[in-house]
């Protein structure tokens, strides 16, 4: 995991400043968490849910789909540097 130094500087008084670190997640455990969302809801017997809770595995599912999509095409690009076509369409 990543971290990385943010500091807060008050615009008044630029003497004055905070620091905070946070940790970074890079996209491979961007897709690792999206996957195990996608898991942990994949053997729920949606038959026997509320409407309301269908709803709720149906959107797990498709924020996760998107953060894979996202995640590995910022990944491809990485690796093959393709500037060309930046949309998450597969090119072969």
Do not use: W
């Amino acid at each position: 995991m990543l971290k990385e130094k943010v500091i807060f500087e008050d615009n008044e008084n630029n003497d004055q400043s905070n620091e905070a670190e946070y940790d970074m997640m890079t996209d491979s455990e961007y897709i690792a968490a999206a996957m195990n969302a996608i898991t942990a809801v994949d053997m729920i017997d949606t038959g026997i849910l509320s409407h309301e809770d269908r709803d709720k595995i149906e959107k797990i599912k498709i924020q996760s789909i998107r953060i894979i999509s996202e995640c590995l095409n910022t990944l491809y690009n990485e690796i093959f540097d393709d500037t060309a076509n930046s949309n998450n369409d597969l090119v072969l």
